[in-house]
């Protein structure tokens, strides 16, 4: 791929900043605007979600499968967090990194889930530190003996219940160290496996025990400028085709009237459900929310995100409620059937175009339209605006944030897998 020669970059920005001005949208203040806007990138694309436990080969028992065996997946930290410093240097702008509790660093020596603290994840909080990273956090209720019954937090076993709160219960502390160590409030994420395959009758009974596991997890405050705790729902998963304990409904009741963010994951919704139009809904009950931004392929809901119609409308919706800064956008998706490098990139440079692709929306124009109650106008400039060049301002926006513009990233990634990746057996 020819690199596009920076000067041309300039000139065809320059056409598309006269363009878009004609519709009333400044794209230099988009631009500064893109420089601010913040992913949390998943580490778990980098190793397939297996994690760093003495002992794990990785995702077994519990609700959430990643497929494929490309080779060069990252063994440890030190390979993890390499990849990531290179798949970030390939995303325009200044992201987060988003780690699970099997991403602790234990020196080799087997700690439990319910052991954990801190002290485990100092490398990456120094690492993070020094990068100028905030971190995100996952508790991580998966790939366990206690999670091989398909429940965790709504078990009925006393003891795997118990074991799973002091976890979360350990999560929470941990995410407040890391964001008072960074200055940036961690977002700690809780999902959980639990459902069944098959018609069961305890469904009550199940949702009781959650609900009562998460009262008891939730019961200690913590400062907001340190963490902030939210909650994911799932539709069905594998293993838990009949029933999930933590479906929509319940997550969205429970965090009603608590200091809570809703998670909502693309892919965790039924496949004609529209998930943007959810938004304004959330966005008039709680102050902020939670998205995973992924991408639903059938029974998998973790395909590599893509430009697709779903998260353009979810990032208008977003710029149309003027509420970018309530939203925090977080990357989940993994795919080991290809290089995870390209996965991460391709996903991350996708969600940030929709994003642009919202913020250049001359959204004033369409409602301008609609307050006349002239819907021929409204819908005639939303066809126009889609055709408008966008890719001028794209590209400028990756040699602003110094980039590889267009696919020339490609042949980084081609030359990092030949140098690195292909190293390790
Ligand atoms: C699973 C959920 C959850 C996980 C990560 C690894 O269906 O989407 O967010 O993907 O925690
Ligand atoms: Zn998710």
Redesign the pocket.
Known sequence: MKKIVPQKIENSYELAREVYAEYGVDTDAVLREMAGTTLSLHCWQGDDVTGFEAGKEGLSDGGILATGNYPGKARNGEELRADLEFALSLIPGRHRVNLHAIYAETGGKLIDRDQLEPGHFLTWIEWAKERQLGLDFNPTFFSHPLAASGFTLASKDRKIREFWIEHAKRCRAIAATIGRRLGTPCINNL?IPDGSKDLLTGRLEHRALLLDSLDQIYAEQYDPALLRDAV?SKLFGIGSEAYVVGSHEFYLAYVMNKDLLL?L?L??FHPTENIADKLSTLLLFKKELLL?I?RGVRWD?DHVVILNDEVIALMQEIKRCEAFHRVYLAL?FFDASINRITAWVTGARATLKAILLARLEPTALFRAAEANGDYGTRLALMEEFKTLPFTAVWHKYCLEQNVPVGAAWLAQVKDYEKQILAKRS
């Open positions: 999902w994911e998670c994951d892919g965790h995973h992924s809901s989940d």
